[in-house]
């Protein structure tokens, strides 16, 4: 069964950093592409990031370029967002989201960690 | 950016009836339109991949149309599951991008 667990959510104060991860299993990750798409409360979903299953691509969101790193480790079975300079409209549910066998699409979603970003 | 516009934002429909959904495209985005559902608390899930392919384990009752900018998701039926949120999303170019979802509520 596909899991995928995230973590590292939380509360932090506007510029600040949160890590968060994402522990996958009963798959082979290292095989397919990642993403993290997010949720603001209340709200549609936003695509966030992309990374291919060997790190060799990657895309971000225009609205978290330059501010988020995607990356994975595939000896860990886990994907990554660091994530710098946070905003109030940072605020959201981050999922993370494995392809689909139709490359572009998430077959599989964790339940997702809730960042906050307030002063 | 390809902009993704979903209508109606709500739809009110009794079980039995029949559901149709709207999603157009800013600019074509060929056959590469997913439609997923969530409901509330749950991540969401995939329905249709390629604006007509039914994903693993999606009931007969839902089929996808269209191409280029518009698209339609349809519920033949309504079942009270079926009660939720729908999103449509496309990966003809970057970033991929999501509509802003459909409510159907039960009348």
């Known amino acids: 069964e596909v899991q995928l667990v995230e973590s590292g959510g939380g509360l932090v104060q506007p510029g600040g950093s949160l890590r968060l991860s994402c522990a996958a299993s009963?798959?082979?990750?290292?095989?397919?592409?990642m993403n993290w798409v997010r949720q603001a409360p209340g709200k549609g979903l936003e695509w966030v990031s992309y990374?291919?299953?060997?790190?060799?691509?990657?895309y971000y969101a225009d609205s978290v370029k330059g501010r988020f790193t995607i990356s994975r480790d595939n000896a860990k079975n886990s994907l990554y967002l660091q994530m710098n300079s946070l905003r109030d409209e940072d605020t959201a549910l981050y999922y993370c989201?494995?392809?689909?066998?139709?490359?572009?699409?998430?077959?599989?979603w964790g339940q997702g960690t809730l960042v906050t970003v307030s002063s | 950016e390809i902009v993704l516009t979903q209508s109606p934002a709500t739809l009110s429909l009794s079980p039995g009836e029949r559901a149709t959904l709207s999603c157009r495209a800013s600019?074509?985005?060929?056959?590469?339109l997913a439609w997923y559902q969530q409901k509330p608390g749950q991540a969401a899930r995939l329905l249709i991949y390629?604006?007509?392919n039914r994903a693993t384990g999606i009931p007969a009752r839902f089929s996808g149309s269209g191409s280029g900018t518009d698209f339609t998701l349809t519920i033949s039926s309504l079942e009270p599951e079926d009660f939720a949120v729908y999103f449509c999303?496309?990966?003809?170019?970057?970033?991929?991008?999501f509509g802003q979802g459909t409510k159907l509520e039960i009348k």
């Open positions: 989201a494995r392809e689909s066998a139709v490359a572009g699409f998430v077959g599989y």
């Open positions: 009963g798959f082979t990750f290292s095989s397919y592409s």
């Open positions: 990374i291919d299953s060997s790190s060799s691509t990657i």
């Open positions: 600019q074509s985005v060929s056959g590469y």
């Open positions: 390629d604006a007509s």
């Open positions: 999303q496309q990966r003809s170019n970057w970033p991929r991008t």
